[in-house]
């Protein structure tokens, strides 16, 4: 079996810390963005939208968002280092007043109700520690109708011994689409629509089964 990548690397995916998440943070910004387009080409985003990403890690989505909306976007990470890096990235449009990088959990967001148009979480769900509370949590910020995009790279796999290495080394959890459309409804979204992608995980190259689930207020 090939080994899925450097451990003590990997480790850093759920919370990135000290050198070595940086040097992680590098790689996902980079090697994250074909998942990112292609999750983001299933809806439209409006000049006037607010957004919020979660789990915003080096903020490489939050500087697309930036140039997608002219209203504010706003970085989420419970990481100390990825807010460093995601404002670093947007220092620009931070000292402009239209981006904002905030510490902190998901389970408990600094934001006030019926807020956002769009939420967006990329690669990070499988670490959000309680995630139908945090799923109503989201909701609470989204303005009514607002819209929550979750892509994800992986999908439950049987007898994988990488996907089975990945859960242990990360206390991971790995939704598969029947999970995520119970855990939504039970949060009280709707409109629920997935998209999958056979493609690759971006770290090893190896098959990856893609899933984008678009759901509204
Ligand atoms: C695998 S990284 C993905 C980063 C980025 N979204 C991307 O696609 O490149 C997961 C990110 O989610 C963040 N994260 C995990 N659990 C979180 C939580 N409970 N609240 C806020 N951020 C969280 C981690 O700190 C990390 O930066």
Redesign the pocket.
């Known amino acids: 079996m090939r080994k899925y990548m450097d451990n003590e690397l990997l480790l850093n ?4 810390e000290g050198e070595l998440g940086s040097k992680l943070i590098d790689n ?2 980079k090697n ?1 963005e074909n ?2 387009k292609w999750s983001v080409s299933h809806f439209n985003i409006s000049k006037d939208d607010i957004i919020l ?6 903020g ?2 939050v500087e697309r968002f930036i140039k997608m909306t002219d209203n504010k976007v706003y970085g ?4 100390e280092l ?1 807010c460093e890096r995601s404002e670093k990235l947007n220092q620009k449009t931070i000292d402009d007043g239209r981006c904002e990088i905030i510490q ?4 408990d967001m600094p934001f006030e109700d019926n807020y956002f148009d769009i939420v967006t ?4 769900v499988y ?3 309680d995630f139908i509370n ?1 799923l109503k949590e989201v909701r609470r910020v989204l303005k009514e109708n607002g819209i929550l995009l979750i892509a994800n790279e992986a999908q439950p796999i049987e007898d994988d011994e990488r996907q089975k290495e990945f859960i242990e080394l990360l206390d991971a959890n790995i939704y598969s689409r029947d999970e995520l459309n119970k855990f939504l409804k039970e949060a009280g979204f709707s409109k629920i629509t997935f998209y999958n992608k056979e493609s690759k995980d971006s770290f090893t190259g190896d098959y990856a089964n893609w899933i984008c689930v678009i759901s509204q207020k």
């Not at 989420?76 to 990481?79: M, N």
């Not at 979480?121 to 990070?124: D, V």
Request: aromatic share 12%.
């Open positions: 995916a759920r919370k990135p996902m910004n994250h998942l990112a990403d979660i789990g915003c890690g080096g490489i989505n989420l990470d419970y990481s990825a902190g959990t998901v389970s979480g990329f690669e990070t670490f959000w520690p945090d």
